[in-house]
């Protein structure tokens, strides 16, 4: 933990490197006390600097040795201030020699090297390799790495690094070494190695060019009949990434590495993925539907980053989202592309809206708002953010939605050309799209520049004797921390426009015809803060459908009627849209139950839920025309968090009163349709995570939900039943939720028996621990109880986010309760967190960072919590630039 006084990094102050890093040699005698790391490196003076100093880091490590050029240097020849040390009048060219030690048994932190169940693992991103040996260790700094590993045989049979396996024998003493090298350049962040007792499934896969690669899934022993959908998605994701962009695996062999101890979902360090086992074992008895779909994205996210952010990475971590923000826009469509049809890859669009507005936007309208590029920060690791990674996406997909598919990709390649084996920034991308299609897209700079999401204000008229049909369009942008006043953005709005039967019209903008081939969606660019466009020839009044696919992560406002939401819901073209007239539908009905919870006091009394709005959910529901996953989707509410996100002051009982009603008045209104839907959705026979089965699936366990929200014995009984005969651990889990959150008295006995079933499966544990602190029912009690569970640790992160993290932040019940135990709570736990653990701890943190929105009563609170945590003397940084900016704002 650092103790040291926070500093803000600016990006304004970026300055190059001192002295770059050609080779690297590592030597590691590992020992969970006491590793000793032998580094030797290669480095020369940076020309591009005018400083004459080496600047190295090194974190939380004893300093052993350190010589330059053969000559032992003393405490005089160097300077140590917190984690810099620097060597000045250092000769143009030099070899350092640096010896450290190391202790993984006590790095808690799971950054570095680490010890997990006995063996060892490393996590180097952001800044983790400074924990390991003193080093330049920023990403613009790229050499090439030759790793010697020695180990205990017997306790550590299997020796990985990066790259490709030169040299392995036996040494004296039982031990044993591996000797490994990486053929390219990269940062210290990408480096890695795993020493451990584990088991690998092996393919040899031909590449596109003839080669052959050795593919490897390791884990630990007793998980290999779990790894056999990673190793198939990570196939899919090489040939994936070969046929739509030319990119080829570039190693002689690729592992994954699956780890219980991991503070993010995966790493890709190059050739040697590391990753969180929640996103590498599977199978259809402890996996649900969602694990295997987020199974398939993270591999395909780790592998894609072998080029967009390895073969080509960041300069500095301000432009962290030139690799993320690309790579998670590379994983959504290999995502959709696996699935094959227009609807599953609307489904996953919805998805990612789905996630841009639960999560993103209130980012983007609270204290810890920053651009996609970020022009500061105290922690890095604060800065993992959907703002960086999904929000970046957005950004990344805008292009392809200006310069169409084949213009994309023809910047893809100007960029790759240019810059491999290169640190460069999101200007550098950017100018490779504009300079690869001719385009000036100086001010699409601002979506990288500016924070907060977009307003998009819309007006239309249409003139029946002209035959023409006006849209005017009005952008803004709120206020964000440090950014009072915003330019306009470009932003491209994808429109169409319904006749009275549905279809969708020819559209002529401003004189010129939009679409070829019969399509009919326009892709305006608003670029202007006021800007209308004129389209003519419209023989009839319109219902428009704007923002298409969700053509820009901005929020619309325009002011539909009830009758044309439905006409969209009912008829739109565009899946997104269709769905998205569904929301509208269903927010305003809830936004005004919840005010009329709130105004009684928090009573359900006299509620009504319209005929409208039920009849247009009805009509969804059973068309058997539309494919069973857009159904889930269109019928799913949105979430409580979302209604909050509407709403200026928060009272989170009110809105979960309100939204409950509207669930069970569903529930029992559409009980007939509810039940056909349910038996018509079954999937029998063997399990598999194919898109149509998922979808089915989906639909009967939403279906299931409703008809337990108002539950009777016959909804409780299909429940239990389904339960009981489960399969699958999709339909196991969906029926005890049902269960639980129906308070069905067999509830305790079916969480005991699901226990007691998986006690010995760690990621379904974690299930167990998450629907219970999910549930309404669950208070600060019982999560205490939980907590003194025997399959309970704080240390574990899956462990800590699966009762604490949920309970904070997706239990709004319990957690805002109206004494304020909740915030009491949450400030133990980020305390305790933040002594262990300062990355989960500042990620839990987060879940009061909107505090002032909240009744008074609730504010006084939380404003206590926040002080009591930002009060503590000892706190890392992760933890308190978020307090601290929580309190700021």
Same mark, same amino acid.
């Given at each position: 933990m650092r103790t040291d006084t926070p500093q803000t990094i600016y990006r304004k102050d970026y300055t190059a490197p001192s002295y770059l890093v050609d080779t690297v040699e590592l030597g590691f005698d590992l020992d969970p006390a006491r590793t000793v790391v032998a580094n030797r490196m290669t480095v020369r003076r940076n020309p591009a600097s005018a400083q004459r100093e080496i600047e190295l880091y090194g974190e939380d490590i004893e300093l052993v040795t350190l010589r330059l050029n053969g000559r032992t240097l003393g405490e005089g020849d160097y300077v140590i201030e917190g984690t810099l040390l620097r060597i000045p009048n250092a000769p143009e060219e030099a070899t350092l020699e640096i010896e450290t030690i190391c202790v993984p048994e006590s790095n808690t932190t799971l950054s570095g090297l680490y010890t997990s169940n006995g063996s060892f693992y490393t996590q180097c991103e952001a800044e983790g390799f400074r924990r390991i040996t003193y080093f330049p260790d920023r990403p613009d700094v790229m050499a090439r790495f030759t790793v010697m590993l020695r180990a205990d045989k017997d306790k550590y049979p299997v020796l990985l690094s990066n790259g490709n396996l030169i040299e392995e024998g036996d040494l004296d003493n039982g031990r044993h070494y591996a000797l490994w090298e990486d053929p390219f350049k990269k940062p210290s962040y990408l480096f890695a190695l795993v020493a451990a007792?584990?088991?690998? !499934?092996?393919?040899?896969?031909?590449?596109?060019?003839?080669?052959?690669?050795?593919?490897?899934?390791?884990?630990?022993?007793?998980?290999?009949?779990?790894?056999?959908?990673?190793?198939?998605?990570?196939k899919h994701s090489i040939r994936w990434d070969e046929e739509r962009w030319n990119l080829e695996l570039d190693l002689d062999r690729f592992m994954i590495v699956a780890v219980g101890d991991f503070n993010m979902g995966a790493m890709e360090n190059k050739g040697l993925n590391i990753f969180n086992t929640k996103f590498v074992l %599977?199978?259809?008895?402890?996996?649900?539907?969602?694990?295997?779909?987020?199974?398939?994205a993270v591999v395909g996210h780790e592998y894609f980053h072998n080029w967009t952010g390895n073969r080509v990475t960041c300069r500095d971590w301000f432009q962290l989202s030139l690799k993320e923000g690309l790579t998670v826009f590379r994983d959504q469509e290999f995502s959709a592309d696996m699935i094959g049809t227009n609807t599953g890859r609307a489904v996953t669009r919805i998805d990612q809206v789905r996630t841009l507005r639960q999560a993103q936007f209130p980012e983007d309208a609270g204290p810890m708002a920053h651009p996609v590029r970020p022009d500061s920060f105290v922690e890095i690791n604060n800065f993992y953010t959907v703002?960086?990674?999904?929000?970046?996406?957005?950004?990344?997909?805008?292009?392809?939605?200006?310069?169409g598919r084949d213009g994309f990709r023809k910047g893809m390649d100007l960029y790759f050309q240019r810059h491999d084996e290169q640190a460069v920034t999101c200007d550098d991308f950017r100018l490779a799209m504009a300079d690869a299609n001719g385009r000036d897209l100086t001010q699409f700079e601002r979506w990288y520049s500016q924070a907060g999401t977009p307003v998009v204000q819309a007006e239309t008229r249409w003139d029946e004797q002209a035959q023409t049909y006006t849209l005017r369009l009005v952008q803004s942008c709120p206020p964000t921390p440090g950014q009072a006043e915003k330019l306009p953005f470009h932003i491209p709005v994808a429109i169409g426009l319904l006749g009275r039967d549905g279809r969708d019209l020819p559209l002529t903008v401003d004189g010129k015809v939009h679409g070829k081939d019969g399509a009919t969606t326009a892709v305006l660019e608003l670029t202007e803060a006021d800007q209308t466009f004129v389209f003519t020839g419209v023989t009839e009044q319109p219902t428009p459908s704007i923002l298409r696919d969700f053509s820009a992560p901005v929020i619309l406002k325009h002011g539909y009627s009830d009758a044309e939401l439905v006409h969209l819901f009912s008829h739109d073209s565009d899946p997104v849209n269709r769905w998205e007239?569904?929301?509208r539908l269903a927010m305003s009905r809830l936004l005004k139950l919840a005010g009329q919870v709130?105004?009684?006091?928090?009573?359900?009394?006299?509620?009504?839920?319209?005929?409208?709005?039920?009849?247009?959910?009805?009509?969804?529901?059973?068309?058997?025309?539309?494919?069973?996953?857009?159904?889930?989707?269109?019928?799913?509410?949105?979430?409580?968090?979302?209604?909050?996100?509407?709403?200026?002051?928060?009272?989170?009982?009110?809105?979960?009163?309100?939204?409950?009603?509207?669930?069970?008045?569903?529930?029992?209104?559409?009980?007939t349709e509810l039940l056909a839907q349910y038996d018509a959705n079954q999937t029998p026979g063997e399990y598999s995570p194919d898109a149509e089965s998922i979808g089915k699936r989906a639909l009967k366990n939403l279906a299931l939900a409703y008809l337990n929200a108002a539950p009777d014995e016959a909804s409780l009984a299909l429940a239990q039943k389904q339960f009981d005969g489960a399969t699958n651990m999709t339909d196991r889990v969906a029926a005890l939720s049902a269960l639980v959150?129906?308070?069905?008295? %067999?509830?305790?006995?079916?969480?005991?028996?699901?226990?007691?079933?998986?006690?010995?499966?760690?990621?379904?544990?974690?299930?167990?621990?998450?629907? !219970? %602190?999910?549930?309404?029912?669950?208070?600060?009690?019982?999560?205490?109880?939980?907590?003194?569970?025997?399959a309970f640790t704080l240390r574990n992160p899956n462990r800590a986010r699966s009762l604490v993290s949920t309970f904070c932040a997706g239990n709004a019940v319990g957690f805002h309760a109206p004494d304020g135990s909740g915030y009491g709570f949450w400030a133990e736990q980020v305390i305790a967190l933040d002594a262990l653990n300062p990355q989960v701890a500042s990620r839990l943190a987060r879940a009061m960072d909107r505090w002032r929105r909240y009744t008074p009563d609730l504010q006084a609170h939380m404003k206590r919590a926040l002080q009591q945590v930002a009060g503590q003397a000892k706190l890392s940084n992760d933890v308190r630039e978020v307090v601290s900016k929580a309190l700021a704002n």
């Open positions: 007792r584990l088991v690998c !499934q092996e393919e040899n896969f031909e590449l596109a060019d003839g080669r052959t690669a050795l593919l490897q899934v390791w884990v630990e022993e007793g998980n290999l009949d779990k790894t056999d959908y990673a190793m198939q998605s990570l %599977a199978n259809p008895r402890v996996a649900t539907d969602v694990d295997f779909q987020g199974i398939e703002t960086v990674y999904e929000k970046g996406a957005e950004v990344v997909r805008m292009y392809q939605t200006l310069l007239a569904g929301q709130a105004a009684a006091g928090n009573v359900v009394d006299r509620l009504d839920l319209d005929d409208t709005f039920v009849d247009a959910m009805r009509k969804i529901l059973v068309d058997d025309t539309l494919d069973p996953s857009f159904r889930e989707q269109a019928l799913l509410l949105p979430t409580e968090s979302m209604i909050a996100d509407q709403l200026d002051v928060v009272d989170p009982l009110a809105i979960h009163l309100a939204r409950q009603f509207v669930r069970a008045d569903i529930g029992a209104r559409l009980r959150h129906a308070r069905a008295p %067999a509830a305790a006995d079916a969480l005991q028996r699901f226990y007691d079933e998986f006690q010995g499966e760690a990621l379904v544990v974690d299930k167990w621990f998450a629907m !219970q %602190a999910a549930a309404p029912t669950t208070d600060v009690a019982r999560v205490r109880e939980l907590m003194t569970h025997k």
